[in-house]
């Protein structure tokens, strides 16, 4: 009994222990890099006496988050929301578009020309006009979001949908599959994997979409908060805006990973399957 | 053998008199761009009856599966299944085992052995109780949930050869369907096969490499050529199928035929 217990404790710890190697293995250098490049950072700013408002050191940005946490705490909440909402909305849009676009030839030659022609229009400019055409409320900002994120995760649909093997399709149809069903049980799963790619492409955006939709008109929020804290010089709370608005995209990012896992863990072992 | 039925359920046309499945093929030529895969072939496999094909690699076996299963209309002739003449017609009726196993990556190798059954509609756990004591027949028993990824080739052979028999259709087209077993299995699955088409016979095309197997498990055999794959040999087999695999393998007749087959492959 006590030596069950201690094999399976010796055990345990054993596969932790790997699992922290593994871990250290794979996060180690970008850690590493964050950590040298911040010391640089702190140690260059008080060598030369950098004043304040011109670029402040990582300490004075990490005591200005502490410091504001209150307000930074509020505006955070806002800009999270609409991240996520305008991700939503891009994901959703991303998929029924490239969805509909995979299964309309017509609707594709008339419609992908032009979509990747859009992508040329940079939406920083549009951020204004979407104000006057949809008011001065969460609308745009979210619009902007949506128009950031949404390319990649259509362009990655249709491509996904696309690209699947003929080869399952044709055993597919001697199984009696209608179009419907070679979609739901082959198109699709086989897109995932790329939709998967666009959409955690599309995450990253997510944030810095945020920021120029509250530039462009808005009462609260991170990027309303920096614009604020610049005409104040307040450069260490334009940072501390920054820092967090990073770690929302980072997350983001992080979280679609994540889903990815849990959804298709087929898809990681499929190159040791080839042979 | 097994008194055990293969089918789970009857044949979509039980009732209505058993319709014909003999299979025609006329002059089918098929033509990939420069590349004359088949020329010339004419064959009738009488309802029923099981024909092997044989002949060297890249001869259009393969293809003129794809020909009679009506997923690739030949570029000249014509193919019939019965009085099913449009691809469309033949492919409700073929059940083909393709050379490569296919199986999708995203399913567990039972719901990939599903795949017809949920393609008509029944649900996914009513399929997957039919399917199941198959698994137990073809040495497949607990590894029902394990992915294609975990599978060895010929685990994921069997898993393709049960989705292609789940399809339940009259005409079966196999492609090298026991090329990745090892002896033991493989003499295991053939006579599993011999046995079940006796006990229900279907009309079917079996493409091997394997002299002996196609002697074995077929009434007819056919060789073709190199390519263009023409027919340049024909065979009639139909050994017994109550004696021993042994005793057949090794008779004058068995060696005799064995001896024809390999001289046309030669040529
Ligand atoms: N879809 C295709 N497009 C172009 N060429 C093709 C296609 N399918 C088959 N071929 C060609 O037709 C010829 C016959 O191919 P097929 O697969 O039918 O041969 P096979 O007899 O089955 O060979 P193996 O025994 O190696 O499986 C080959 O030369 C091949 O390159
Ligand atoms: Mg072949």
Redesign the pocket.
């Known amino acids: 009994m006590t030596l069950d217990t201690t094999t399976a404790s010796a055990v345990a710890a054993a596969s932790t222990e790997s699992r922290w190697r593994r871990h250290a293995w794979q996060y180690g250098p970008a850690v590493t890099i964050v950590v040298v490049a911040l010391g640089l950072w702190e140690l260059l700013i008080r060598v030369l006496d950098v004043p304040r408002f011109l670029w402040p050191a990582p300490s004075l940005i990490v005591a200005t988050l502490r410091d504001d946490a209150g307000p930074l705490a509020g505006h955070s909440w806002t800009t999270l929301r609409e991240v996520l909402l305008g991700f939503l909305i891009a994901l959703t849009a991303g998929l029924v578009i490239g969805v509909l676009l995979h299964l309309s030839e017509t609707l594709r030659r008339g419609v992908l020309p032009i979509l990747i022609a859009s992508q040329s229009v940079p939406t920083v400019v549009l951020a204004p006009v979407l104000v006057l055409v949809m008011g001065f409320n969460i609308g745009p900002i979210l619009a902007v979001i949506a128009l950031f994120c949404f390319f990649p995760i259509a362009v990655n649909t249709i491509d996904g949908l696309s690209s699947v093997d003929r080869e399952y399709v044709r055993m597919m149809q001697t199984l009696d599959a209608s179009r419907r069903s070679i979609f739901r049980r082959v198109e699709f799963p086989s897109a995932l994997p790329f939709i998967f790619t666009g959409t955690r492409i599309g995450a990253t955006y997510a944030a810095i979409g945020a920021v120029f939709g509250e530039w462009a008109g808005s009462d609260g929020g991170l990027g309303w908060l920096m614009i604020q804290a610049k005409g104040r010089l307040d450069t260490p709370l334009v940072f501390a805006a920054v820092a967090i608005i990073t770690s929302m995209a980072v997350s983001l990012f992080l979280l679609v990973a994540l889903v990815e896992r849990l959804t298709i863990p087929w898809a990681r072992s499929r190159g040791g399957r080839m042979k | 053998m097994a008194a055990e039925r293969p089918w789970t359920a009857p044949p979509v046309n039980a009732g209505s008199g058993v319709t014909d499945s003999s299979i025609t093929i006329e002059g089918v030529r098929q033509v990939?761009?420069d590349?004359v895969?088949l020329d010339g072939i004419d064959l009738h496999i009488r309802m029923h009856t099981r024909l092997g094909i044989v002949?060297p690699?890249?001869?259009?076996?393969?293809?003129l599966l794809s020909n009679i299963a009506g997923l690739v209309e030949p570029s000249a002739g014509s193919v019939a299944i019965g009085r099913a003449t449009t691809a469309k017609e033949r492919l409700a009726r073929c059940a083909l085992m393709p050379?490569k196993d296919l199986l999708l990556p995203w399913r567990s190798a039972l719901d990939n052995a599903c795949l017809a059954l949920e393609n008509r509609g029944v649900h996914r756990r009513a399929a997957r109780e039919r399917a199941r004591p198959l698994f137990e027949r073809f040495g497949l028993a607990e590894f029902e949930e394990h992915m294609p990824a975990q599978l060895s080739g010929g685990m994921r052979q069997r898993v393709a050869f049960l989705r292609t028999l789940m399809a339940e259709k009259d005409v079966f087209l196999l492609d090298?369907p026991f090329a990745a077993l090892d002896s033991i299995t493989r003499a295991s699955m053939q006579e599993w096969l011999l046995g079940a088409l006796t006990q229900e016979p279907k009309t079917a095309l079996l493409?091997t490499?394997d002299v002996d197997e196609a002697l074995l498990l077929t009434h007819h055999v056919v060789v073709f050529s190199a390519?263009p794959?023409r027919i340049v040999h024909k065979l009639d087999t139909d050994f017994p199928t109550n004696v021993p695999r042994r005793e057949i393998v090794t008779s004058p007749e068995f060696a005799h035929l064995k001896e024809q087959a390999l001289e046309a492959l030669e040529v």
Do not use: I, L, P
Request: net charge positive; glycine share 28%.
């Open positions: 990939f761009g590349t895969a002949g690699s890249g001869c259009g076996k393969s293809t050379q090298e493409v490499h390519r794959g």
